[in-house]
């Protein structure tokens, strides 16, 4: 499974707030918690493209993640805003997956991808890109509009 | 709402180690984590009692938490063991409340209280305790079995 | 150990949108997590009076949660924006509290209250409210500024 | 930077309880959390080898994350024990990974690896293995003992 990546799909910017729950022992944000930003970017792309990932779910589709990768370079700490990018970056007709950047005034924090299926939530099958989804996707996708 | 404390009732001791994500960056465990930890041994204590929490929601309930308190007195490390010990508190028609005590080597780190109502899951009303989970909070309530 | 409630303390609204990771099977917001919203509105509050918490912190000073409760009444759901209102409840010499609102399109979704002691880095042991955060703190009890 | 893999690192397998706060509203335990998991039995694997990694952190040292990544198959369910297992898959001078595998019931439900440098507290510098980790970490590549 695999596709061409986009060529200028559309980017979404959300601002956060690193939350002192967030941090650890080393005094940075736990690496886990960059999947979760990476979530929360998606959720802000989607709608901004229309659909929230809410009304996904309530429609009997879930997105389910079956990869994630990140790369870190440098910690985010409690008393940062930081920004997260996110654009879709492969769509097939059973998969996509979104790529990410999080920054610190203008210093590269961290990258990341994540891949998702398309599964029916009634038998928890995979399904394709659900026909609801599609114009959203193509917008993500950065078709001509 | 209100019930007689309860004289004798079960008790479960629940030994954890503490996680790295769990700390934050004042070096001890972050506060919000002693509610996962004690939803932790209620889980334990019903399993122990005969019925795993996850059966009564598998049977359509729902143990909903209404109000919960914790009261820290020394924070718990990465590197730590500690043991949770729950029991029930209270016992009513409509809600049950448990109690909860952190220790860590002969130390009490923290105490707490989780105040529950019943719910069924298929119109999220408030309902009475299931016959399914009676016989099973009729043991943690220490009668005699 | 107790204070006076204060009369007009400043208060402070954070608008929060639910993260996915938040919700648990239940379909709802986890309960803990209600916790680390109270933190982000006080850090949000103590900045908004002048003084980043993280400062605090630099200065060489904790102040450590002691106590927590909180009153769940609806639940907040992925898709949903909240508001999370904060305001100094009590400020003693050695401890505060924080009380917490939270709501939904004006439904009323949680209550809360922290208590906190003032505690120094360097040898973890109790102590008054450092003056480097008295003026932040009389604003936030609604001294004439 | 890259290192051989190791022909017979040792293995530790950590034996888990799905704890209820860990799932989400797709009714699985959230991505985020499998980071956790590898940590967890990361700190179990680096114990029983005979050096707990608080005390490497004690000797001014962090084995910081620079990548991560997951593969997710099927999902772990709140009631679910799972079998997460580790190992050292590389062992350079300055940095090292490790390898993962989680379990239920012979099921493989999640493959992944981390990537760590060592970095010295008192200045954020990336360091060279440090001489107090030197036998565990050797103990770890499998070397004879």
């Given at each position: 499974m695999?596709?061409?990546?986009?060529?200028?799909p559309r980017r979404?910017?959300?601002d956060?707030?690193?939350r002192?729950?967030?941090?650890?022992?080393?005094?940075?944000?736990h690496?886990?918690?960059?999947?979760v930003w990476?979530?929360l970017?998606?959720?802000?792309?989607?709608?901004?493209?229309?659909l929230?990932?809410a009304e996904?779910e309530?429609?009997?589709?879930y997105m389910m993640?079956t990869?994630?990768e990140?790369?870190y370079?440098r910690?985010?700490?409690?008393?940062?805003?930081?920004?997260?990018?996110t654009?879709?970056?492969?769509?097939g007709?059973?998969?996509t997956?979104?790529?990410?950047?999080?920054?610190r005034?203008?210093q590269?924090l961290?990258?990341?991808?994540?891949?998702?299926?398309?599964?029916?939530?009634?038998?928890?099958?995979p399904?394709?890109?659900?026909?609801?989804?599609?114009?959203?996707f193509?917008?993500?996708?950065?078709?001509?509009s």
């Amino acid at each position: 499974m695999s596709a061409a990546p986009l060529a200028a799909p559309r980017r979404c910017l959300v601002d956060l707030e690193v939350r002192y729950a967030e941090t650890d022992q080393m005094g940075v944000v736990h690496h886990a918690n960059y999947l979760v930003w990476f979530e929360l970017a998606r959720t802000r792309l989607c709608a901004e493209a229309g659909l929230h990932y809410a009304e996904i779910e309530r429609a009997g589709y879930y997105m389910m993640v079956t990869e994630a990768e990140v790369s870190y370079r440098r910690g985010a700490r409690y008393g940062d805003r930081v920004g997260v990018t996110t654009w879709l970056a492969e769509l097939g007709s059973r998969f996509t997956s979104f790529g990410y950047e999080i920054h610190r005034d203008g210093q590269l924090l961290a990258t990341g991808r994540t891949r998702h299926v398309w599964v029916r939530a009634e038998d928890s099958r995979p399904c394709r890109l659900p026909a609801m989804a599609r114009s959203c996707f193509e917008r993500l996708a950065g078709a001509s509009s």
